[in-house]
Nanobody, 118 residues
């Protein structure tokens, strides 16, 4: 099993910033992709950003230019970050980290709440 632990959520005013972190531990295997989804109240879970191993970062149109996804600098590929700038009220929701591993599927974190007030 793989455990994903998110941190960094909180409450901010519109225009503010937050940095989310997600650390993977346990049965770490070859990485396919890591990224973030979010779910706003009453809405479907939607992709926010993801990195495919060896590839570029990908973003939802709604966050392009404001959010930046990155991996840990020591290339261990066990941690993924989401830097969120210029936050808007519509960014409010629970943010979930995920990790896709070759041969063992997708793992999810427990979620971290982000609340942006205007």
């Amino acid at each position: 099993q793989v455990q994903l632990v998110e941190s960094g959520g909180g409450s901010v005013l519109a225009g503010g910033s937050l940095r989310l972190s997600c650390v993977a531990s346990g049965s770490i295997a070859r990485l396919n992709a890591m990224g973030w989804f979010r779910q706003a109240p009453g809405k479907e879970r939607e992709v926010v950003a993801f990195i495919i191993d060896g590839g570029s970062a990908n973003y939802a149109d709604s966050v392009k230019g404001r959010f930046t996804i990155s991996e840990d600098e020591d290339n261990a590929k066990n941690t993924v970050y989401l830097q969120m700038n210029s936050l808007k009220a519509e960014d409010t929701g629970v943010y979930y980290c995920y990790r896709d591993q070759w041969g063992s599927g997708r793992y999810w974190g427990q979620g971290t709440q982000v609340t942006v007030s205007s």
